[in-house]
């Protein structure tokens, strides 16, 4: 069964530092997102890009955050300036289609550990 | 806005026992209803969707209908395994609110032999 992946699956950083999460969504699909669930918390959703640009995003993606598919298949958030509450699990999905009578495909998620 | 609230846990269970987990949800337009259900390590698998009213979703003896009048889509098995230990949350999609999923807070599920 096609799976989404992401590396590394465990990433701890210094406050302030740049990190780049990565993930590759299953090849036949054109919808990306990344999610995040802090401990404890909901999982919150972050953005969701098509078609090579950001199609929405949420209150929590701000000028920190990017998201970026360099290659046709990787697809990227990068967080430029980490801080203590940054901290979480990052989950990034895929869909073949917006519509989501068909949910995502999720994967097994990046824990970020900001120090 | 739209939200998810689900019952806290965890739900500790014995083998073979029934299982219900309460999720109700509050959307603004029309919403799909979903259960996805994450083992430990492991990301988020759908495990069942409804995407009208009274619809029912059904996957791997797990089923959940979508209640309109109640806006409920509580998850129920009728015997649990232990294999069915994991978090499992409860979410929505309105289409008049873009393609994004709004989760419940999930619910552990512990299952003992």
């Known amino acids: 069964e096609p799976e989404v992946t992401q590396t590394p699956s465990h990433q701890v950083t210094q406050m302030g530092q740049e990190v780049i999460l990565r993930c590759v969504p299953i090849?036949?699909?054109?919808?990306f997102y990344w999610y995040r669930q802090i401990l404890g918390q909901k999982v919150e959703f972050l953005v969701s890009?098509?078609?090579?640009?950001?199609?929405?995003k949420s209150e929590i993606f701000d000028d920190q955050f990017s998201v970026e598919r360099p290659d046709g298949s990787n697809f990227t958030l990068k967080i430029r300036s980490t801080k203590l509450e940054d901290s979480a699990m990052y989950f990034c999905?895929?869909?073949?289609?917006?519509?989501?009578?068909?949910?995502?495909?999720f994967g097994s998620g990046t824990r970020l550990t900001v120090v | 806005g739209n939200s998810v609230t689900q019952m806290e846990g965890p739900v500790t269970l014995s083998e073979e026992a029934f299982l219900t987990i309460n999720c109700t949800y509050t959307a603004t337009g029309y919403p799909s209803l979903f259960w996805y259900v994450q083992y430990p390590g492991e990301g988020l698998q759908l495990l069942l969707k409804a995407t009208k009213a009274d619809d029912k979703g059904s996957n791997k003896g797990f089923e959940a209908t979508y209640r309109k009048e109640t806006t409920s889509f509580h998850l129920e098995k009728g015997s649990v395994q232990v294999s069915d230990s994991a978090v499992y949350f409860c979410?929505?999609?309105?289409?008049?609110?873009?393609?994004?999923?709004?989760f419940g807070g999930g619910t552990r599920l512990m299952v003992k032999p």
């Open positions: 979410a929505l999609s309105d289409r008049n609110a873009g393609n994004m999923l709004t």
């Open positions: 999905a895929s869909s073949p289609t917006t519509w989501l009578n068909y949910g995502y495909t």
């Open positions: 890009f098509y078609n090579n640009e950001i199609s929405e």
């Open positions: 090849s036949n699909h054109l919808y």
